[in-house]
């Protein structure tokens, strides 16, 4: 499998040096790999890797740690690796209990004691953050977002808490800076996304310079771009709707992977490797 390695290697290279992301995500997709070769001590040693750089970052590399440890016979390695998942970035109780890596070896007193404890672990979560009142905040208004969507409410009373909820998130920005849960109300914005409005006038320059000074993802803007790219053009752009390719064809999908590369993302061999996405017909690996 060495080929395979030093070809995603090879991909992302380039956008890797001197960003903390890039390396974050070469660790992270190449212990992925390993993981599916079920290498799992190699697949441990890059999971932790990757966490020790962005221990904040997501949920789903630590999982994959404890999971990558269990099947390595490291089990208080795999607690270790729970815990510190709860305490640094809010594991949902629903993601612990139904994560299908965990589900041979549920009944290790380690997943009872941890579930037992939950309530207790995550507020551990709390008291590490700078501004739980704001976290909570912004956590109420993806809450309010998804109940106005989820309960039959008409267009126009959607379109009315959404021009609230940003309204509210551009204030919470410019003074607290990005909040990584307020994603999901600035996406409820995207069919307006490069217009000139008070939303992009902010949020535009805003994330653009945290993605500079690397404390945000540079692959942050690649999800809009294709959602105005489909609007538009109906063509897409980096393949986030692979199961829609004939539908919504890719644009010059010789370089799709180069692309993806620019901003730190996995070629779509990756993808078909660890997670079985279906490759676009004309799709060929650089």
């Not at 976290?135 to 959607?158: A, F, T």
């Not at 009315?160 to 109300?185: A, C, F, H, P």
């Not at 919504?248 to 990756?270: G, H, Q, S, T």
Request: a neutral charge; one cysteine or more; charged letters at 30%.
């Amino acid at each position: 499998m060495r080929v395979i390695y030093l070809l995603l290697l090879i991909t992302i290279v380039s956008c890797s040096e001197n960003n903390s992301f890039g390396k974050y995500n070469e660790l992270e997709q190449k212990a992925m790999l390993q993981f599916k070769d079920k290498e799992f001590e190699k697949a441990l040693s890059n999971f932790e890797q990757a966490i020790n750089l962005k221990p904040k970052e997501d949920v789903s590399i630590y999982f994959y740690a404890t999971a990558s440890a269990l099947k390595a016979g490291k089990k208080n390695k795999a607690k270790e690796l729970l815990i510190a998942s709860i305490h640094n970035t809010n594991a949902s109780k629903s993601y612990f209990l139904n994560f299908n890596e965990f589900n041979e070896f549920r009944n290790e007193d380690m997943f009872s004691e941890i579930e037992g404890n939950y309530d207790s672990h995550i507020s551990e979560f709390y008291k590490n953050i700078e501004h739980p009142e704001i976290y909570r905040e912004v956590d109420s208004l993806m809450k309010l977002d998804q109940e106005y969507r989820n309960n039959g409410s008409e267009r126009k009373e959607i379109s009315r808490i959404d021009s609230l909820n940003i309204s509210r998130l551009i204030e919470i920005t410019k003074k607290y800076g990005w909040q990584k849960k307020g994603w999901l109300v600035l996406w409820h914005q995207r069919g307006t996304y490069g217009e000139d409005n008070y939303v992009w006038n902010f949020f535009k320059p805003h994330i653009d310079k945290e993605i500079k000074e690397g404390k945000i993802k540079r692959s942050f803007w690649t999800n809009f771009e294709e959602e105005k790219s489909i609007r538009e053009n109906k063509q897409q752009i980096y393949g986030y709707y692979w199961n829609q390719f004939d539908e919504y064809p890719l644009v010059d999908i010789e370089n799709v992977d180069k692309r993806r590369a620019k901003f730190d993302m996995p070629p779509l061999w990756y993808l078909n490797r660890v997670y079985g996405i279906e490759l676009p017909s004309g799709y060929k690996k650089l």
